[in-house]
């Protein structure tokens, strides 16, 4: 059971309320959602959110409601006398708006591992060079990851028990894997802004990309 009740709430006081935010907007782009299936889609699709509660996402509904980027209509649930009313939530014209300005920032926030996962999902609506500009910036960002990997280990490899060094070994190949990865992803958008056709995922995977919401740590691995 859940509670459509929505305390109210100041502007996100973190990066990852924000980034909270800009996911609701995303999965709002494609329809209304009530507060339940919002938070199965984001618990289930995006990583970052799967252990999401109400006591989250509710303060950010609010905050986006206020904000004017998203509307709220109470559903009445005939039949079912004393429940609450179901509140469905629907992105508004300046909430797409919004949404198309953050999702052509491509700063440094965007390379981050949980930014970036976030970012990927909605690749669909983000255009092509701003698309190359974050898969660049967070292959800069593995790249150098994976040297301090490689530079701890030359260094401390004598002090390292088997399992410390199997974990830091997991590491580096996991950084190695993800660059590979982003890699073929920046030549297959490259390519495709040549010769424009299907997607860079499509073109690297050969699948249609329907699916909208990607999880990137399973296509990581």
């Known amino acids: 059971m859940y509670c459509e009740v929505v305390p109210r709430s100041s502007r ?8 909270l935010e800009f996911a609701i907007l995303g999965l709002l782009h494609d329809g209304p959602l ?20 109400y006591g989250s996402l509710y303060p950010a509904l609010r905050s986006l409601v206020d904000s004017g980027y998203i509307h709220e209509t109470e559903e009445p649930l005939s039949g079912r006398a004393g429940k609450r009313p179901r ?14 300005d953050l999702v052509a920032a491509s700063g ?17 609506r983000t255009e092509s060079q701003v698309r190359l500009r974050i898969l660049e910036g967070r292959r800069s960002r593995l790249e150098e990851r994976l040297a301090n990997i490689r530079d701890a280990s030359v260094r401390n490899r004598e002090r390292m028990d088997s399992y410390t060094l199997a974990l830091q070994q997991h590491g580096e190949e996991r950084a190695e894997r993800e660059v590979r990865w982003l890699e073929e992803l920046i030549v297959a958008e490259r390519r495709a802004a040549l010769d424009p056709g299907p997607t860079a995922y499509e073109d690297l995977t050969g699948q249609p990309s329907t699916t909208k919401h990607v999880n990137t740590t399973e296509n990581k691995e």
């Open 12 to 19: 996100p006081p973190s990066r990852r309320a924000a980034l």
């Open 34 to 53: 009530h507060g339940y299936e919002l938070r199965k889609r984001l618990t289930t699709a995006l990583g970052i959110f799967r252990a999401l509660s």
């Open 87 to 100: 509140i469905t939530y629907e992105l508004t014209a300046d909430g797409k708006e919004h949404f198309q």
């Open 108 to 124: 440094p926030d965007a390379w981050d591992d949980d930014d970036f996962d976030v970012r990927f999902a909605f690749f669909s």
